[in-house]
């Protein structure tokens, strides 16, 4: 028999953490658990459902083969971090060295993270454009940042110099750029960049750059890496990954290119969130980083026709697009269709249209700039497109 059970107190719940109150979860990675419970065409998250190329893939099983399974060295095996400073001569010309200037993360995730606490401290403030990539909320809530928020106004997404002048001051740290842009597909030109410098010198300020997608850029439009613009790459921190140039966002392998004294304090804050990340992963990312010119250019060209082919798509559907020329979304205009606002729209379309998207207000401080907005992901293969066609095609604008 068992013994009779102790009679429970009431429980009396003990706080849990302010920080991780003030945000909520994901809506895009939500977007995609309602997609899978609906049976929707999932064109919310923005991962590739085609294969992965097949060197890389094949690198990575010859490492763990070769038995390379064991912690690499926390801030990247020598191999990939070499490789990494290779890759940004070759792109970008600048030279950073492996040993003091690159930190190899989980994912840009990680690195972005880790970035943040390692230069924030209570009271600072971080300037992001907005709409924005929906994580640098939580980061900036996580590290201690004030956010100031900069708007990218459609058509082109640009922004105004006189509104990020006046969200700079002397308690700014930093500012997040995100080049190519996601959601917007802005790439940001030469003159944006020189005005962004022309603030950061001013207030002796950071830029961490998020620039995963400096592959994906068309009809003309050129990635400049922010740390090549002159006076940045002492202050600039460069984050990237290998996540959406090899379509491997389930790897988790990113990095951070960072000046020496930072990159110190990065690869403290790295190692003891996640000690490091993948070390056969990071192998196989020393070869992928290696592959010729040929490869990204097919890469670019393959976008460009997914790109116009979801264009074709959403136009035909009825929804206004802003048309990128970076990263792999599309911003849309949902107007027409008379809904109250983003998210019921986006409930909607995945459960009674069967096509998953993410509301534009998870791209915004305030849920009201969005309303107008959602945001649909092109990295997809025509299997796919045709059945979001097929579905899309059900929509009706209102009258
Ligand atoms: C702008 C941007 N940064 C970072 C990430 C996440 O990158 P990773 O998979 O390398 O963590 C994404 C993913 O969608 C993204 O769009």
């Known amino acids: 028999m068992n013994p009779p059970r102790p009679q429970s107190a009431p429980v009396t719940r003990r706080a849990l953490s302010s920080k991780a109150e003030r945000f909520t979860e994901s809506v895009i990675r939500e977007m995609t658990r309602l997609a899978i419970r609906y049976g929707a065409v999932n064109l919310a998250q923005g991962f590739p459902d085609f294969p992965a190329p097949a060197e890389i893939k094949r690198a990575a099983q010859e490492a763990i083969a070769a038995d390379i399974n064991q912690y690499a060295i926390t801030w990247g095996a020598k191999r990939f971090r070499d490789a990494i400073a290779e890759n940004f001569q070759r792109t970008q010309g600048l030279a950073p060295d492996p040993e003091t200037e690159i930190t190899v993360c989980c994912g840009s995730t990680e690195a972005m993270i880790s970035s943040m606490m390692a230069i924030i401290n209570p009271g600072d403030e971080v300037v992001v454009f907005e709409p924005f990539y929906e994580n640098y909320g939580p980061d900036a809530i996580l590290s201690g940042a004030t956010p100031r928020f900069v708007k990218l106004r459609p058509p082109d997404w640009t922004f105004d110099p006189a509104e990020l002048a006046a969200a700079f001051g ?68 460069t984050v990237n990954a290998l996540s959406k140039t090899y379509s491997v966002t389930g790897w988790r392998v990113g990095w951070v290119i960072a000046p020496p004294d930072v990159t110190a304090a990065i690869r403290k804050v790295h190692d003891f ?50 048309k990128p020329r970076g990263a792999y979304y599309i911003m849309t205009d949902i107007s027409a269709f008379g809904f109250p606002d983003d998210v019921a729209f986006a409930q909607y379309l995945v459960k009674d249209i069967g096509v998953a998207a993410v509301p534009g207000s998870s791209f915004y401080s305030d849920s009201a700039d969005g309303r107008t907005h959602l945001r649909f992901t092109f990295c997809k293969t025509e299997k796919t497109f045709q059945a979001a066609a097929e579905r899309l095609a059900k929509l009706r604008t209102a009258p």
């Open 273 to 322: 969130l996640t000690v490091g990340a993948a070390a056969p992963l990071q192998e196989a990312g020393a070869v992928a980083l290696r592959f010729p010119l040929d490869y990204y250019q097919t890469l670019a060209r393959e976008y460009v026709a997914r790109r116009d082919r979801m264009m074709g798509i959403l136009a035909s559907a009825g929804f206004r697009c802003f």
């Open 170 to 237: 002397p308690a700014t740290k930093a500012l997040i750029l995100n080049t190519p842009n996601n959601p917007t597909g802005r790439v940001f030109d030469r003159a944006e960049l020189e005005c962004i410098r022309d603030l950061c010198v001013r207030w002796n300020t950071f830029a961490i750059t998020d620039e995963i997608y400096e592959h994906m850029v068309y009809d003309g439009a050129r990635h400049i890496s922010l740390a090549t613009i002159e006076g940045m790459r002492e202050r600039t921190l």
